[in-house]
């Protein structure tokens, strides 16, 4: 049985399909993106199905500028740091954007760690 956390945003498999969506949409109408790169463990999953829904290669290393970086959520900027050379960063989530204050936590994860 899953607990439920009242410090956990929770997003769920609908609210990921259509976030995905929008990230895709977006992608699709800059035509120097060419590839979906995600950021590994938890970029992984957001960027195969964006990578679908935008119909682009997903590739496993970013492919200069031409690359979308996907992360599942902007936080700190640490990761988003890591990627400063590349123009094209994605996340699900922004944090800062959104004012979540919240921790994240998406449909894919099963407990607390």
Same mark, same amino acid.
């Given at each position: 049985?899953?607990?439920?956390?009242?410090?956990?945003?929770?997003?769920?498999?609908?609210e990921f399909q259509?976030?995905?969506q929008d990230l895709a949409n977006e992608i699709s109408t800059n035509k120097?993106?060419?590839?979906?790169?995600?950021v590994p463990k938890a970029g992984l999953i957001p960027? &195969?199905?964006i990578a679908y829904m935008a119909g682009l290669p997903l590739t496993f290393?970013?492919?200069?500028?031409?690359?979308?970086?996907?992360?599942d959520c902007l936080d700190s900027g640490a990761t988003r740091h890591s990627f400063a050379n590349f123009p094209y960063f994605f996340?699900?989530?922004? #944090?800062?954007?959104?004012?979540?204050? #919240?921790? &994240?936590r998406f449909w894919w994860i099963k407990d607390d760690a």
């Open positions: 049985m899953e607990k439920k956390h009242k410090n956990i945003k929770h997003i769920g498999f609908e259509i976030r995905c120097n993106i060419k590839y979906i790169f995600g960027a &195969v199905q290393a970013p492919n200069g500028h031409n690359t979308a970086i996907i992360d996340p699900l989530i922004d #944090k800062q954007f959104e004012k979540v204050t #919240k921790w &994240v």
